[in-house]
């Protein structure tokens, strides 16, 4: 049987070529393949049998010394390229006979490329450079790139003796043509993914453990990654998104969460691409998707590096966080899997971030306050608020500063979900500034001008300056198309009241404690003492007219905004400020304020209309009988006073109890009794409601006669029933 295979060998390589199937030629190079698979299929069939092996291979080495070797076209050259991969995996076989014959085989071989060099055992790490340097000198760089492929295939199956050898080969050669080869890492590297997967659902038999296979592929990997990291990276972020992402992806990563430069290379890539999609050419959503698993992967190590890392810059990793869980929200979730849904992989990577800090108080927090699930949600924008809130209690002002620092640019962004962001930070910190642990001291003294005040204040004028600024920059983003971001504009202008308040309130309850156990007798004194001492504060910590004037002027603008979310906040923000601001600041443009509000009660959301009619109360108790203005100012309470009874008959339950309250506090105003005008007029034809609009309308044309005229046009046929 030997000597009849032996004669089959001699035939085949005496032939140059042959005609394939479809008139393609079959060169010579083809046909020594299929003996070499013949070969093989014999050495497995005999188990391996070292004796067998070496008589083949010298049957082939003699065959191969009467043939003259050549390379007669290009088309060639890849199964010629196979055909030396094969003989390679020969060379570093661990028996000496086998490894002689193969030698001598590789050294006939080579001889298709012109070169005439006898090859000898030098060990596999100086044999690799050896057979690397000629290949290098002699494959173009796109055929060099088809060897590597070639022999990655070898790799993934490769027998234990050999597989060391073959890995060796590989990165020697990918080293020493490193550059050239950049270009070609994407097309390497899915095909690496190709093999494993196609290994992973193939039975491989006892002999190859697969699992350690694929992690001494890893390493292999990592050795190209210290030299090429980027374009790994890159390799990586095109790979098609699904959680959880490669396997062998995932192990390089934690790989790589272990080395202080490649971890800092890589985060610099993946952030920057986070924070800047606009310089993605490719697939922009796919490319941000798995930088936010890529860098959940490296969080999820937990490693010493990361950790010092966060440490270092948990302001701006936690911002650019936020910015992330937002422009996920802008890619959508629609008709993907759960597996490719970009805001709970970003919550989820998040998640890893929160819990690699170091301490993990935050995470704690986070989790106890549900707000993973309210960024999930879509309402994410106010538990983007939420987050920022948090992070003010637990972090130092200076941590405050440089997240601040970090995300005020983005404010310059075209993509207005980072841009939201940046507005909702700003409207934020301006409440929450009050709980940073340190602020006080922070402003206490400044190297600017050496400012000191009061420490139960706990204000100056440089932290007014500071909110200032912060408010100055929500204004600039006053006329925003996108009408969230308006929204959080309004907001922040609100939230000023909610600081005023928050100071006023903690230094009340400061005052009080000063007595380690007041008396009843003595408690109301000390009480008057904090509502005395908060005024200071307020009038040490205020708002000037002038910037008042412009955050009314802008919040009212916001009543008249189109969409109902930024209507609604402007009218809240209306009411926190006007409740909060002295009255003699809001008198000077309360005529206006009036007239301005009345558009606002005929709007089609029923709680900008409740809101409307709320806010015209407030502005209404406000009226100074002294001022100059008196009589038209109370001219337009008359006119909006028809559209107050009107809506006592709204179809919402809301706008019906804001429009009695309202009622109520406009007849104080005009001294009418209120609960006379609500007494039920014998008008048995009318249900309930409609009697108390006749009982309201009855009164007010008998108290104010002034008001005829404006009922006469608005109520006609309510008031003549």
């Known amino acids: 049987a030997s000597d009849v295979y032996k004669r089959q060998i001699f035939t085949l390589i005496k032939h140059s070529s042959v005609q394939g199937e479809g008139d393609e ?43 003259k070797i050549t ?26 006979e086998v490894k002689t014959l193969a030698l001598l085989i590789l050294s006939k071989l080579i001889i ?34 088809n060897f590597l492929q070639e022999l990655l295939s070898q790799i993934v199956l490769a027998s234990q003796e050999t597989f060391g050898g073959l ?53 292999m990997v990592m050795r190209i990654v210290q030299n090429s990291p980027i374009e790994v990276l890159d390799v990586f972020l095109r790979v098609k998104n699904t959680f959880p992402l490669h396997e062998t992806i995932i192990s390089v990563m934690r790989c790589i969460s272990r080395e202080k430069v490649l971890v800092l290379r890589s985060f610099n890539h993946l952030t920057d691409l986070l924070n800047n999609p606009e310089q993605i050419s490719d697939d922009v959503s796919n490319f941000m998707m798995n930088s936010t698993l890529l860098l959940g992967y490296m969080m999820e190590t937990r490693s010493e590096v990361l950790a010092m890392l966060t440490k270092k810059f948990f302001p701006q990793i936690f911002a650019m966080f936020l910015l992330r869980i937002s422009t996920s929200h802008g890619q959508g979730s629609s008709g993907r899997g759960p597996s490719e849904d970009p805001v709970k992989q970003t919550i989820w990577a998040f998640e890893k971030f929160l819990r690699c800090a170091p301490g993990g108080d935050i ?77 006080s001291n922070h402003f206490a003294a400044t190297q600017a001008d050496n400012l000191r005040v009061d420490d139960s204040l706990k204000s100056s004028a440089t932290y007014q300056r500071w909110i200032d600024s912060l408010v100055d920059l929500l204004y600039e983003n006053l006329l925003d198309k996108s ?68 955050i009314m002027t802008a919040l009212f603008s916001g009543t008249k905004d189109e969409s109902r979310l930024c209507a609604r906040e402007a009218l809240s923000s209306l009411t926190k400020l006007i409740d909060l601001f002295d009255p003699s600041a809001v008198r000077p443009f309360l005529l206006n304020l009036i007239q301005n509000i009345r558009p606002s009660f005929e709007r089609s959301d029923a709680m900008v209309r409740a809101m409307s009619f709320n806010l015209f109360g407030k502005l209404a108790s406000l009226i100074d009988k002294n001022a100059a203005n008196f009589k038209a100012t109370l001219d337009q309470v008359h006119y909006n006073l028809v559209s107050v009874a009107l809506h006592t008959q709204d179809d919402s339950k809301v706008v019906k109890q804001s429009c009695l309250a309202t009622l109520q506090k406009i007849f104080e105003v005009l001294e009418i009794p209120f609960e006379e005008a609500k007494e039920t007029p014998d008008h048995p034809q009318l249900d309930k409601s409609d009697q108390l609009l006749v009982g309201l ?6 108290t104010c006669p002034e008001t005829v005229s404006y009922t006469h046009l608005t109520l006609p046929t309510i008031y003549s029933v």
């Open 71 to 96: 390379l007669g076209s290009m088309a060639e050259l890849r199964p010629f390229i196979r055909a030396l991969i094969v003989v390679l995996t020969w060379v570093f076989d661990t028996s000496f």
């Open 167 to 219: 890995k060796t080969l590989f990165l020697v050669l990918y080293e020493a043509n490193e550059k050239p080869l950049r270009k070609s890492v994407d097309t390497l590297f899915t095909h690496l993914f190709r093999l494993l997967e196609e290994a992973s659902q193939r039975d491989l038999g006892p002999d190859l453990d697969f699992e350690k296979r694929k992690e001494d592929i890893v390493q």
């Open 112 to 145: 298709a490329l012109e070169v005439y060099q006898s090859f000898h055992w030098e060990g596999e790490e100086q044999f690799a450079r050896t057979i690397g340097k000629v290949l290098s000198d002699k494959l173009p760089n796109e055929n060099l790139c």
């Open 483 to 550: 009408e969230s971001i308006r929204k959080h504009v309004f907001k922040g202008f609100g939230n000023l009241a909610l600081l005023l308040k928050t100071k006023e309130s903690e230094l009340k309850s400061e005052l009080v404690e000063e007595e380690a156990s007041p008396s009843q007798e003595n408690y109301r004194e000390l009480f008057t003492l904090a509502n005395l001492r908060s005024e200071s504060v307020l009038k040490e910590f205020n708002i000037p007219e002038d910037r008042s004037r412009n």
């Open 363 to 439: 995470a704690s927090v986070v989790e106890g306050a549900g707000l993973l699930k309210k960024l999930i949600s879509d309402e994410y924008d106010e538990g983007i608020s939420e987050m920022l809130h948090i992070f003010c209690k637990e972090f130092p002002f200076e941590s405050v500063k440089a997240l601040l620092d970090f995300l005020v640019p983005f404010l310059a962004k075209s993509l207005h979900s980072q841009k939201l962001v940046a507005v909702i930070a700003l409207a934020q910190v301006i409440p929450s500034s009050i709980y940073i642990k340190d602020v």
């Open 25 to 67: 030629p079959v060169t010579w190079w083809t046909l020594l393949l299929f003996t070499f698979d013949k070969l093989l299929a014999k050495i497995v069939a005999s188990g391996d049998d070292e004796q067998l092996k070496v008589f083949y291979l010298d049957a082939l080495l003699k065959s191969l010394n009467r043939k």
């Open 697 to 702: 309308a009855e009164v007010i044309v008998s």
